[in-house]
């Protein structure tokens, strides 16, 4: 890898985190618990992920099986992301990669076309061919329910990031759960800049209710199926 794009990124990341540090205390404070909501939000969580993991079921197995005539291996990719109050935890998808994609990441992180905290890029040459489908149409996070179920995430809530991501971007976004979708899924995602992202994510927790989560599902179920997912 190029040594002067390492120490760039480097120093970059070094400035964002300092300025994200002092936005994020700020923002902290001024931070509201809601319980009642979010008893009411979690019993959601329960109920609409337990009744979508039994409709979706006959599609979780045809796209598990697809997975593998593919691509022979686990039809499962389980990482390690932050959740709140930094609690780590395992997030489960639909492997949409070859076998020995996180080997060759590395090597592709010159090619890095996310504005954001993660990486993307057009024409990933790691991604299997069911994988373009499934990150098309978002199946290839269908398996989170389980997540969601297990209370490790939230239907609506700040996206997870792994750790080396999560540098990046200010603490305060994991006071709540993260989840399926939020703000910045719906107005971008991956096109957006990285300071953007941020403050979508402030949104969220600041307007954070029963309402505003019933309007990011159905936006995202129309991003979904008019395909601005991509």
């Not at 994510?201 to 019933?214: A, F, G, L, Q």
Request: hydrophobic share 40%; glycine share 4%.
């Amino acid at each position: 890898m190029d040594l002067a794009y390492v120490n760039n990124k480097e120093k970059s990341v070094s400035f964002s985190l300092a300025k994200n540090e002092k936005d994020s205390s700020a923002f902290s404070a001024s931070y509201v618990r809601k319980p009642f909501y979010s008893f009411i939000k979690r019993g959601l969580d329960i109920v609409c992920s337990l009744v979508a993991l039994i409709l979706l079921s006959p599609l979780l197995l045809i796209t598990a099986a697809a997975i593998f005539i593919d691509d022979p291996g686990p039809v499962l990719f389980t990482q390690i992301r932050m959740g709140k109050d930094r609690k780590a935890f395992k997030i489960l998808k639909f492997r949409s990669m070859k076998m020995n994609a996180e080997k060759i990441k590395a090597s592709l992180m010159k090619r890095n076309q996310d504005k954001g905290a993660n990486f993307k890029m057009d024409h990933d040459p790691r991604v299997t061919r069911i994988g373009r489908i499934i990150r098309a149409t978002s199946i290839d996070e269908l398996p989170q329910l389980i997540n969601i179920l297990k209370g490790d995430m939230s239907v609506i809530g700040p996206r997870p990031f792994i750790r080396e991501e999560q540098r990046r971007l200010p603490n305060d976004r994991l006071l709540v759960k993260p989840g399926l979708s939020c703000y910045w899924q719906i107005s971008g995602k991956n096109s957006l800049p990285l300071s953007e992202q941020i403050e979508l994510d402030r949104k969220y927790i600041k307007e954070r209710s029963i309402i505003v989560d019933t309007k990011i599902v159905i936006l995202t179920f129309t991003h979904v199926f008019t395909g601005k997912n991509e």
